[in-house]
Protein backbone atom coordinates (compact mmCIF):
# COMPACT_ATOMS: atom_id res chain seq x y z
CA UNK A 1 0.00 0.00 0.00
CA UNK A 2 2.50 2.11 0.89
CA UNK A 3 4.56 2.06 -2.28
CA UNK A 4 1.57 2.01 -4.25
CA UNK A 5 0.52 5.19 -2.76
CA UNK A 6 4.03 6.62 -3.61
CA UNK A 7 4.10 5.42 -7.42
CA UNK A 8 0.31 6.96 -7.92
CA UNK A 9 1.94 10.07 -6.36
CA UNK A 10 4.79 10.07 -9.14
CA UNK A 11 3.07 8.40 -11.86
CA UNK A 12 -1.11 9.37 -11.21
CA UNK A 13 -3.74 6.97 -11.26
CA UNK A 14 -2.09 4.63 -13.76
CA UNK A 15 0.19 3.20 -11.24
CA UNK A 16 -2.49 2.08 -9.15
CA UNK A 17 -2.14 -1.87 -9.64
CA UNK A 18 -4.97 -3.41 -11.70
CA UNK A 19 -6.68 0.07 -12.21
CA UNK A 20 -9.81 -0.48 -14.95
CA UNK A 21 -7.16 -2.74 -17.04
CA UNK A 22 -5.06 -0.19 -17.53
CA UNK A 23 -1.26 -0.43 -17.62
CA UNK A 24 1.09 0.28 -14.41
CA UNK A 25 3.81 2.42 -13.57
CA UNK A 26 6.02 3.76 -16.46
CA UNK A 27 8.73 2.41 -19.16
CA UNK A 28 12.14 3.89 -18.45
CA UNK A 29 14.61 2.66 -21.23
CA UNK A 30 14.87 -1.12 -20.79
CA UNK A 31 13.33 -1.05 -17.17
CA UNK A 32 9.47 -1.52 -16.57
CA UNK A 33 8.90 0.70 -12.95
CA UNK A 34 6.01 -0.25 -11.20
CA UNK A 35 4.60 -0.97 -7.69
CA UNK A 36 6.44 -4.43 -7.91
CA UNK A 37 9.43 -3.57 -9.34
CA UNK A 38 12.58 -3.78 -7.15
CA UNK A 39 13.74 -0.54 -6.48
CA UNK A 40 15.06 1.67 -9.68
CA UNK A 41 18.26 3.07 -8.80
CA UNK A 42 19.68 6.03 -9.85
CA UNK A 43 22.66 7.29 -9.71
CA UNK A 44 23.41 10.81 -9.36
CA UNK A 45 26.57 12.11 -11.34
CA UNK A 46 25.52 15.56 -12.10
CA UNK A 47 28.58 17.89 -12.34
CA UNK A 48 30.59 15.71 -9.80
CA UNK A 49 33.09 14.67 -13.02
CA UNK A 50 33.81 18.61 -12.74
CA UNK A 51 33.95 18.83 -16.54
CA UNK A 52 36.38 15.84 -17.24
CA UNK A 53 34.70 13.43 -19.74
CA UNK A 54 37.77 10.50 -18.42
CA UNK A 55 36.23 11.59 -14.81
CA UNK A 56 32.49 11.24 -15.79
CA UNK A 57 33.47 7.58 -17.74
CA UNK A 58 35.16 5.92 -14.23
CA UNK A 59 32.17 7.26 -12.46
CA UNK A 60 29.55 5.78 -14.58
CA UNK A 61 31.94 2.47 -14.39
CA UNK A 62 31.75 2.65 -10.37
CA UNK A 63 27.66 2.85 -10.61
CA UNK A 64 28.09 -0.18 -13.17
CA UNK A 65 29.56 -1.98 -10.49
CA UNK A 66 27.77 -0.83 -7.33
CA UNK A 67 24.75 -2.24 -9.17
CA UNK A 68 23.00 0.95 -10.17
CA UNK A 69 20.30 0.90 -13.07
CA UNK A 70 20.75 4.28 -14.52
CA UNK A 71 23.10 7.73 -14.13
CA UNK A 72 21.98 10.80 -14.26
CA UNK A 73 23.22 14.09 -15.62
CA UNK A 74 22.72 17.82 -16.23
CA UNK A 75 22.38 19.56 -19.03
CA UNK A 76 22.42 23.10 -19.25
CA UNK A 77 22.32 25.79 -21.96
CA UNK A 78 24.42 28.96 -20.46
CA UNK A 79 23.59 31.86 -22.80
CA UNK A 80 19.73 30.40 -23.05
CA UNK A 81 19.36 30.47 -19.23
CA UNK A 82 21.88 33.67 -18.24
CA UNK A 83 22.10 35.29 -21.62
CA UNK A 84 24.48 38.19 -21.39
CA UNK A 85 24.97 38.07 -17.50
CA UNK A 86 27.89 34.68 -18.47
CA UNK A 87 30.16 37.15 -20.45
CA UNK A 88 30.41 39.06 -16.87
CA UNK A 89 28.54 40.08 -13.95
CA UNK A 90 28.83 43.50 -11.51
CA UNK A 91 27.49 40.59 -8.82
CA UNK A 92 30.59 38.68 -7.61
CA UNK A 93 28.52 35.68 -6.28
CA UNK A 94 26.80 35.46 -9.52
CA UNK A 95 30.01 35.63 -11.44
CA UNK A 96 31.34 33.05 -9.21
CA UNK A 97 28.73 30.67 -9.38
CA UNK A 98 28.16 31.11 -13.32
CA UNK A 99 32.44 30.48 -13.83
CA UNK A 100 32.05 27.16 -11.68
CA UNK A 101 29.10 26.08 -13.70
CA UNK A 102 31.18 26.78 -17.10
CA UNK A 103 33.65 25.04 -15.98
CA UNK A 104 32.28 22.02 -14.63
CA UNK A 105 29.98 21.24 -17.60
CA UNK A 106 31.29 18.22 -20.06
CA UNK A 107 30.93 19.91 -23.81
CA UNK A 108 28.10 18.55 -25.59
CA UNK A 109 30.53 15.91 -26.84
CA UNK A 110 31.56 15.00 -23.91
CA UNK A 111 28.18 14.55 -22.39
CA UNK A 112 26.99 12.52 -25.95
CA UNK A 113 29.80 10.39 -24.91
CA UNK A 114 29.72 9.54 -21.41
CA UNK A 115 25.53 8.72 -22.41
CA UNK A 116 27.15 6.26 -24.90
CA UNK A 117 29.27 4.74 -22.21
CA UNK A 118 26.39 4.28 -20.06
CA UNK A 119 24.33 2.35 -22.61
CA UNK A 120 27.27 0.61 -23.33
CA UNK A 121 27.74 -0.44 -19.50
CA UNK A 122 24.21 -1.08 -19.57
CA UNK A 123 22.96 1.66 -17.15
CA UNK A 124 19.76 3.65 -18.62
CA UNK A 125 21.33 7.26 -18.99
CA UNK A 126 19.22 9.82 -17.49
CA UNK A 127 19.62 13.93 -17.82
CA UNK A 128 18.21 16.81 -15.80
CA UNK A 129 17.58 19.45 -18.69
CA UNK A 130 17.92 23.05 -17.48
CA UNK A 131 16.18 24.90 -19.84
CA UNK A 132 14.50 24.20 -23.75
CA UNK A 133 17.45 24.28 -25.99
CA UNK A 134 18.91 21.51 -23.36
CA UNK A 135 15.53 19.53 -23.41
CA UNK A 136 15.53 19.71 -27.65
CA UNK A 137 18.89 18.35 -27.81
CA UNK A 138 18.32 15.27 -25.15
CA UNK A 139 15.43 14.73 -27.66
CA UNK A 140 17.81 14.65 -30.32
CA UNK A 141 20.21 12.48 -28.68
CA UNK A 142 17.19 9.69 -27.96
CA UNK A 143 17.17 10.33 -24.10
CA UNK A 144 14.46 7.75 -22.72
CA UNK A 145 13.21 9.76 -20.18
CA UNK A 146 13.55 13.21 -18.35
CA UNK A 147 13.87 14.03 -14.64
CA UNK A 148 13.41 17.94 -13.57
CA UNK A 149 15.22 20.06 -11.03
CA UNK A 150 13.24 20.74 -7.85
CA UNK A 151 14.19 24.58 -8.42
CA UNK A 152 12.44 24.41 -11.56
CA UNK A 153 9.36 22.42 -10.88
CA UNK A 154 7.55 26.18 -10.82
CA UNK A 155 9.10 26.39 -15.13
CA UNK A 156 6.09 25.86 -15.94
CA UNK A 157 7.33 26.48 -19.70
CA UNK A 158 9.82 23.68 -19.13
CA UNK A 159 8.05 21.22 -17.25
CA UNK A 160 5.05 21.54 -20.32
CA UNK A 161 7.83 20.93 -23.05
CA UNK A 162 9.65 18.07 -21.31
CA UNK A 163 5.93 16.42 -20.64
CA UNK A 164 4.80 16.99 -24.47
CA UNK A 165 7.65 14.61 -25.20
CA UNK A 166 5.23 11.79 -23.52
CA UNK A 167 8.44 10.47 -22.35
CA UNK A 168 8.79 9.73 -18.76
CA UNK A 169 9.02 12.71 -16.44
CA UNK A 170 10.46 12.63 -12.83
CA UNK A 171 9.72 15.87 -11.34
CA UNK A 172 11.62 17.06 -8.42
CA UNK A 173 10.17 18.87 -5.53
CA UNK A 174 12.23 19.04 -2.76
CA UNK A 175 12.81 22.70 -2.82
CA UNK A 176 9.14 23.34 -3.19
CA UNK A 177 6.19 24.29 -1.34
CA UNK A 178 3.23 21.89 -0.82
CA UNK A 179 1.21 24.81 -2.89
CA UNK A 180 4.05 24.62 -5.80
CA UNK A 181 4.03 20.64 -6.28
CA UNK A 182 -0.13 20.92 -6.20
Known amino acids: A ?6 RTLFGPRA ?4 RGEATGVQVGQRRIDATSPAFLI ?13 AKRLIDEAAAAGADCVKFQLR ?8 RVEGSEDLGTEYTLDLLNRFQLSNADLRDCIDHARGRDLTPLCTPFDIPSLELLIAWGMDAFKIASADLTNHGLVRAAAATVRPLILSAGMSTEAEIR
Open 2 to 7: RVGHSL
Open 16 to 19: RPGA
Open 43 to 55: AEIGNNHNGDAAL
Open 77 to 84: DMTALYGA
